[in-house]
């Protein structure tokens, strides 16, 4: 849309005035201020296109793993066993949710918010589709929020409506400072804006083990990716 219509425009201009051009484009390449003229003509272009491009990739939703989702995740990715900080937070249902409620289970963790229209339902989507397709005495999905000044426990479940999550969800908040310590604790960078609320972060995506040590550590993984990080545990 922002690369076609001025690229189009470009070689109508070019087609109706091609002898002018090629005229005036020799007489200045003939000419060593016209030479350089010409180069930084040339420089301004491939700027101008690669900022579009990066404008454009920038503003594309990070959910294209979908067509990817039958790559299956290499052999040599790296598995850890990396221990978990030590937390208490507040779930949908108001009960207290420890770190140590993530042993004996297989679990999909990643961070959101109810108020992010942009990474967060890609994400969310991502990992709810796969936990769907697993069992669910076996696996859950853990969603820790981004935005605990919005998200209080009280607002989860509406949240868990709109994400349509699954019963094996457990979608996590508590006091503000609670909560960024366990974002602090996961490693999470973040940076909130102080006048809209709006919380830029990466999608992020951990695999944890039974014994709720990290395993895996994904940005935006696809489902297969993740399916298959839990069937290495």
């Known amino acids: 849309v922002l690369i076609f219509p001025p690229l189009f425009m470009f070689l109508g201009v070019l087609f109706a005035f091609y002898h002018d051009l090629k005229t005036s484009l020799l007489l200045l390449f003939k000419q060593k201020i016209g030479q350089a003229l010409i180069f ?14 990066k404008l454009i990739l920038e503003r594309t939703p990070h959910g294209s793993n979908t067509l990817n989702n039958s790559i299956s995740l ?76 919005r998200d209080s426990p009280g607002r ?3 949240a868990g409506k709109m994400w349509e999550v699954t019963n094996n969800t457990v979608l996590l908040s508590g006091e503000v400072q609670e909560v960024l310590n366990v974002l602090d604790g996961f490693n999470v960078p973040y940076q909130r804006n102080l006048k809209n609320g709006f919380v830029t972060h990466p999608p992020l995506v951990y695999v944890i083990n039974e014994h709720g040590h990290i395993a895996y550590s994904f940005n935006n993984p696809s489902q297969q990716w993740i399916k298959d990080a839990l069937a290495r545990l």
């Open 40 to 53: 930084i003509t040339v420089c301004l272009i491939a700027t101008e296109t690669t900022l579009i491009a």
């Open 74 to 149: 290499q052999s040599e990715y790296p598995q850890t066993d990396t221990p978990i900080e030590k937390f208490q937070l507040i779930n949908q249902r108001e009960e207290t949710f420890k770190s140590s409620s993530l042993k004996g289970k297989k679990t999909i963790l990643t961070f959101a918010f109810a108020n992010c229209d942009t990474i967060c339902p890609f994400v969310v989507k991502t990992c709810v589709e796969t936990v769907k397709q697993l069992s669910k005495t076996e696996h859950q999905l853990v969603i820790i929020t981004l935005d605990p000044w």
């Open 156 to 158: 989860l479940k509406a």
